[in-house]
């Protein structure tokens, strides 16, 4: 079993990774103004997911509760998902002239066949698994 401090940390350092990196594309998104509504929904589920990870940083860092252990995939999926989808948007925003107006949502896919939507409910279930395990951590 691990140490509960050393799992502490770690799990410190996932909620620190999936918080940057959920920002992060965010920011991303954010910098392009052309929205369409399944982009804006992507927006506001990004914003969620950095409301139930702020509390969670707070958390990990007061506590060595190793209940938290069960969020060390969820949060390395949903962290790596974040920079992956950020690495796809840059590579296809690179190929439009006008950077702040990104036309190709359309076409843009994670992991091969998930469009904006199947990405967003990716986010999504990170977001409630993560907000379960906070729930139940406050308890």
């Known amino acids: 079993m691990a140490e509960p401090v050393g799992l502490a940390s770690g799990l410190l350092a996932?909620?620190?990774f999936a918080f940057k990196a959920s920002l992060s594309l965010y920011e991303t998104i954010n910098s392009f103004r052309s929205h369409t509504k399944r982009?804006?929904?992507l927006i506001e589920e990004l914003e969620a997911l950095s409301e139930v990870l702020a509390p969670l940083?707070?958390?990990?860092?007061?506590?060595?509760?190793e209940s938290l252990s069960a969020l060390e995939l969820p949060l390395r999926r949903c962290g790596n998902a974040c920079?992956?989808?950020?690495?796809?948007?840059?590579?296809?925003?690179?190929?439009?002239a006008d950077r702040t107006s990104f036309r190709d949502w359309a076409k843009l896919r994670y992991l091969g066949d998930d469009d904006i939507d199947g990405f967003r409910r990716s986010l999504s279930g990170y977001k409630l698994t993560i907000n379960v395990a906070l729930t139940d951590a406050n308890l």
């Open 39 to 41: 982009v804006r929904d």
């Open 14 to 16: 996932l909620a620190t």
């Open 83 to 96: 920079s992956e989808f950020e690495q796809e948007i840059v590579k296809y925003s690179s190929r439009s």
């Open 57 to 65: 940083q707070e958390l990990l860092d007061t506590t060595t509760d």
